[in-house]
């Protein structure tokens, strides 16, 4: 077989690689994406105030009755508990399978010619279905015709360094919501459930396991959006 012919095949079967890749990133992203939205859910139940019925009681949408207060706060702690740690764990897998992307896609990229129609981290994006918190797209837009990896080697100084702070600003405004939300709401029903004896300890153990759990994937999201701010300030080619 003729180079050129070699060289088509292999940047095939690498384009069908990294497709593979997107589409096992996009499962997991849907997972953690459908975790957060059960868990937010949830979390806007508990953060909104509830009027009291005459007999003390807190009633239930859907006109499913009224419960007393411990009952209600308990049942929305211990949903927020267990959500909590199934969200994390969703995401934290969305974040490693990502990086693990991302990092078979570097070594794809090493040394290939950079005359190729597409880069392979734009292929990428176009067949990777987005999780929630996603922003990164929209600081690569704002970079107009420099925005794709094959054409950002003469993206002006200025341009990046907006783009970049654009970048972090979104993420912070991404991570108030996708990660304070849930903290916040989970602190709201553990000092609303405070039963004394056993349950008490079961109050204190579900918190600082969901809140650890939390606190760990917002680390690790954290971690992963200082990779991107590389990517951002000067691309893998």
Not at 31 to 59: C, E, K, Q
Request: aromatic residues 10%.
């Amino acid at each position: 077989m003729s180079a050129p012919a070699t060289a088509i095949a292999d940047e095939k079967a690498q384009r069908e690689l990294v497709k593979d890749l997107a589409e096992a990133v996009s499962t997991q992203a849907q997972v953690a994406n459908r975790a957060w939205l059960a868990l937010i859910t949830v979390s806007l139940f508990a953060l909104i105030p509830h009027a009291l019925t005459r007999d003390g009681n807190i009633a239930l949408p859907f006109n499913l009755g009224d419960v007393p207060p411990f009952w209600f706060n308990g049942l929305v702690f211990a949903f927020l508990a267990v959500l909590a740690v199934a969200f994390a764990s969703a995401h934290s897998q969305q974040v490693r399978a990502q990086k693990k992307a991302h990092s078979v896609i570097d070594s794809l990229t090493v040394g290939t010619s950079s005359n190729n129609v597409m880069h392979l981290r734009d292929y990428f994006d176009m067949h990777r279905k987005p999780s929630l918190n996603r922003v990164a797209s929209l600081a690569q837009a704002l970079r107009g015709r420099y925005q794709f990896f094959d054409t950002n080697g003469n993206l002006p100084g200025w341009l990046r360094f907006l783009t970049l702070i654009y970048y972090i600003l979104l993420k912070a405004l991404s991570f108030s919501v996708y990660f304070g939300l849930p903290v916040v709401a989970l602190w709201q029903a553990h000092r609303h459930f405070s039963p004394p004896g056993l349950l008490h300890i079961c109050n204190i153990i579900g918190t600082l396991v969901a809140g650890a759990s939390l606190g760990q994937v917002l680390s690790l999201d954290a971690i992963y959006a200082v990779r991107i701010l590389k990517y951002l300030w000067k691309p893998t080619q």
